[in-house]
């Protein structure tokens, strides 16, 4: 007797940064939704205090694809800090004083950029970027609808990127006609159209930036061809106590309990 494949649940999850107590909030969540299979759209380390956990957390969950964000290039090489602003410049030197050498040079091994196949979907593979497709190492963001169109130029087809950098979820829709720009409806998937293509922001799991302090990852269910932002609630007074504790600066433990 043929057995059901089970569904394939894919968590992407983003802009972690460090944030011991959203990942784990997040992973809770990702299992309670019956996830099996995760990706990281880079950021893991920088602004909050739990680096090395965050890494070996990730690294345990064997995911399908990890790509680097400016953060863990910055962390895992030695460059210079100058284009970095004062506090996330102070944040990056605490974290490349918790990492081992192999845990650096992991970080720097991560491409800018991938394509993941989804192997007996008949579907072509879809891809993930920190940043932006067009240039990714130059850590561009995406906000608006020209600045998404310029990326979408290369994803050619793949009809589904997912990216991150802004810690705002949203996304981008192209058509034959036009590229629009929308935010994510609440806890409701999208159904995705064959003939558009995709450009979602996953929102960040360690430090939203979009009014909303809670947790934020998606999860794309390629049978379904539906993509789900989640928002997970967290210990975010525990996540302050360390980042004071640790001597990292003050405003990164507010601005948690902002969204901002
Ligand atoms: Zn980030």
Redesign the pocket.
């Known amino acids: 007797m043929a057995q059901k494949k089970a569904q394939e649940r894919i968590a992407i999850l983003g ?1 972690i ?1 460090a944030n011991l107590e959203a990942f784990q909030a997040v992973l809770a969540a990702a299992k309670e939704r019956g996830v099996t299979q995760y990706v990281c759209i880079g ?1 893991l380390v ?1 602004y909050n205090a739990n680096p090395k956990e965050c890494l070996d957390m990730l690294r345990a969950l064997k995911p399908i694809g990890v790509v680097m ?3 863990d290039e910055y962390v895992g090489a030695n460059h210079d800090l100058s284009g970095f602003n004062p506090v996330a410049q102070l944040a990056v030197k605490w974290t490349r004083e918790r990492l081992s050498m192999d845990d650096r040079k992991w970080l720097t091994s991560l491409p800018y950029q991938k394509e993941i196949f989804r192997f007996g979907t008949g579907m072509p593979p879809f891809c993930i970027v920190h940043g932006t497709l067009d240039n990714p190492g130059m850590w561009g963001y995406i906000f608006t609808r020209l600045n998404a169109m310029a990326s979408m130029e290369y994803q050619g087809n793949d009809n589904l990127c997912f990216c ?2 802004t ?1 705002v979820p949203m996304y981008f829709i192209k058509d034959d006609l036009d590229t629009k720009a929308f935010y994510f409806p609440f806890e409701k998937p999208l159904k995705l159209e064959m003939n558009q293509k995709y450009l979602f922001n996953v929102g ?1 799991v360690g ?1 939203p930036r979009d009014g909303d302090p809670r947790a934020a990852f998606t999860i794309y269910i390629p049978d379904d061809e539906t993509v789900e932002l989640i928002r997970v609630p967290y210990d975010i007074k525990k996540t302050q106590e360390k980042i004071v504790a640790a001597g990292l600066p003050p405003r990164l433990a507010d601005r948690l309990a902002e969204g901002r």
């Open positions: 802009d940064h950021d920088g964000g400016n953060h991150g950098h810690h960040s430090q």
